[in-house]
């Protein structure tokens, strides 16, 4: 059981300025948790406390009931997926996905069959077997994407962190990357905790969301329940006004056709 829990937890910079406050957030075993809110409402500060990127001021972070506060990056058994591709463009598609692996030391380090068989293995799942010889100016943005993602997930990570991963693609590619990602969480079942801004994509992906404002958890539910349940005024003006808006938008488109 792969659990995450944000107990009591603060973010604050040395100017005074808190960027998430006494956040209680329980991420179940085999869930895909959304964080999503407006710019700078602190979701992406939470998923790189998780992630051991930012250090924690107050409170506990815990994985699989370890407290990893003080843990490195690298000792979380965490998998991340940025906004940017950062793949290594000198790199071959199967050298950049196993990269990683191939980069650890002493016991923890895999025998080259079985980084090859991950390798093999992950191309398969994400579609880009064909591509494994290519380098990254020769694929498409979504192929790039689908490259990182599948580095993360070749570690086979407790917990699969996404922040913004979508947000470089255009519409039509980010659609059916979400289609992807869900899919491929369904398969694999992994504990995911994913940022975003874009309400339709928190909908779209998430078992639940967890919608903050200025550093506070304003709601945490499935996104149905947030949606006809609001908890308060803030949820109801940033997630539900906004869906209606384009729901009617694409009434009205269809109505025209």
């Known amino acids: 059981m792969v659990e995450v829990r944000f107990e009591g937890v603060t973010k604050r910079y040395e100017d005074g300025t808190e960027a998430v406050i006494d956040l209680d957030l329980t991420v179940n075993d085999g869930e895909f948790l959304v964080l999503v809110g407006p710019s700078g409402c602190g979701k992406s500060t939470s998923l790189r406390?998780?992630?051991?990127?930012?250090?924690?001021?107050?409170?506990?972070?815990?994985?699989?009931?370890?407290?990893?506060n003080d843990l490195p990056p690298g000792a979380r058994d965490v998998g991340m997926v940025f906004q940017s591709y950062a793949l290594y463009p000198h790199m071959t598609v199967s050298d950049n996905l196993s990269f990683g692996l191939r980069m650890q030391k002493g016991e923890a380090r895999l025998s080259d069959s079985e980084i090859a068989t991950r390798v093999t293995e992950a191309a398969e799942l994400l579609g880009l077997s064909?591509?494994?010889?290519?380098?990254?100016?020769?694929?498409?943005?979504?192929?790039?994407?689908?490259?990182?993602?599948?580095?993360a997930l070749v570690r086979r990570p407790k917990?699969?962190?996404m922040d913004e991963p979508l947000s470089n693609l255009d519409a039509e590619l980010r659609n059916q990357m979400r289609t992807e990602i869900r899919r491929l969480h369904d398969e694999l079942g992994t504990t995911t905790v994913y940022v975003t801004h874009d309400q339709i994509e928190a909908m779209t992906?998430?078992?639940?969301?967890?919608i903050m404002n200025d550093g506070v958890l304003q709601q945490h539910a499935p996104p149905l329940t947030?949606?006809?349940?609001?908890?308060?005024?803030?949820?109801?003006?940033?997630?539900?006004?906004?869906i209606d808006e384009i729901v009617d938008t694409a009434a009205k488109l269809f109505e025209e056709r």
């Open 49 to 68: 406390m998780l992630a051991g990127l930012e250090d924690v001021t107050e409170g506990k972070i815990l994985i699989d009931g370890n407290v990893v």
């Open 130 to 151: 064909e591509h494994l010889t290519k380098k990254p100016k020769e694929l498409s943005g979504g192929q790039r994407q689908r490259v990182a993602l599948g580095r």
């Open 159 to 161: 917990v699969l962190l």
């Open 205 to 210: 992906l998430a078992d639940r969301i967890a």
């Open 226 to 242: 947030a949606y006809n349940q609001p908890a308060n005024d803030f949820v109801k003006g940033f997630l539900c006004k906004h």
